[in-house]
């Protein structure tokens, strides 16, 4: 039997399909597709695979979670502005049951008071903010690990 190649959904919520051209002063310059790739990239020297999504709607992003439930083994999230909104954004996160890791491209601690609270790290396993896109390759890199550990064979077998 095959192992199955560990997965991690990655998920960017509102606003991220702007990357590279919005605010590059406080997000840069890179792309979302900037990101795919460096998730993908880090996932597969990890022995792991990545399906991303990004979708501005609350409900787009409660869905693509839930869907996870079933077909993904760890979630990365930039839930963007819904970080410090959508209860029912961090109440999908815990009742799917997978590992979270939070990631923010700029110190949202270091920006307005009202981006200080996060509905989601609570939920998580590890949040990173402030990395630039680098933190999807850290919340990767950590959630891959984690998998990894968890399935051994799966790390040294990646199906291709």
Known sequence: MTPRTPSILVINGPNLNLLGTREPDVYGTATLDDVVRLASDTARERGCAVRAVQSNHEGGIIDA??????????????????THTSIAIRDALAGVGLPVVEVHISNVHRREPFRHTSY???????VIVGAGIDGYRLAVDHLAGRLTAAAPDAARAPEN
């Open 65 to 82: 979670i839930h869907a996870a439930r079933t077909t993904t083994d760890g979630i990365v999230i930039n839930a963007g502005a819904y």
């Open 120 to 126: 989601i790290s609570g939920v998580a396993d590890a």
